[in-house]
């Protein structure tokens, strides 16, 4: 009788065995692209969510009383017009905000003038946006004067993947940029001076 029951484990246990061996693999590949299904999913989430233009104005209006923001301010340059869609004006210098909704990899250095884009298997270059913030710094100097001025340059839905410097971001990381500094550079009647002058050059 015991061998009975032996014999019988025995073939229940190959039993389970086998069908492990046979399914396991492929359950094992199963929760892999479940996973992967998932964190596709939040990441695609994300990227639209930062691909809202309000997505960085949100950020902005996270700031503490210190810090005004001034949206979509025009100021003329060397060859036309510039709107600036933010601009950061604190005691603790002024922020000169460039957004760029570029997606995928993106590879390059600070000092070239082009940097390369890669996506979905395309391959694409930009013009290098921190020479573009700095024309809309000077532009910025030639309006309020040489006041301390931090250019930042943000991606909120692209990939960084060259040397870009400090000043080029991930959106997630505007915040404790701008705040990371609590250095005075300017008074607050200066700031509230600057602060007049570039709302009357906003267009909202």
């Known amino acids: 009788m015991n061998r009975l029951i032996l014999s019988r484990d025995k073939k229940l246990f190959n039993m ?4 492990l061996a046979a399914y396991g693999i492929k359950i094992f590949a199963s929760l ?3 996973i992967t299904l998932i964190v596709m999913f939040i990441r695609q989430s994300n990227n ?3 691909a809202d233009p309000q997505a960085t104005k949100n950020v902005l209006n996270q700031l503490e009383s210190d810090y005004e923001v001034v949206t979509n301010v025009m100021v003329s340059g060397d060859r036309g017009m510039f709107d600036i869609e933010n601009i950061v004006v604190s005691p603790y210098g002024v922020f000169v905000i ?7 990899k993106i590879f390059g250095g ?3 003038p082009e940097w390369e884009v890669e996506s979905g298997g395309n391959r694409d270059f930009i013009p290098n946006p921190l020479w573009e913030n700095r024309k809309h710094v000077n532009a910025l100097e030639k309006l ?3 006041v301390p001025f931090v250019s930042i340059v943000v991606f909120p839905r692209g990939n960084l993947k060259g040397d870009f410097g400090r000043n ?6 505007l915040e404790n940029f701008i705040t990371q500094n609590k250095t005075f550079h300017l008074s607050m009647d200066k700031r509230d001076g600057i602060l007049k002058t570039l709302q009357k050059t906003s267009l909202r």
């Open 168 to 173: 080029v971001i991930r959106l997630g990381e």
């Open 32 to 34: 892999i692209v479940f």
């Open 16 to 19: 389970v065995e086998n069908y």
């Open 144 to 146: 309020i004067g040489p």
């Open 110 to 112: 600070k000092g070239d």
């Open 48 to 50: 639209r969510i930062n």
């Open 98 to 104: 460039t957004v760029k909704q570029t997606t995928g």
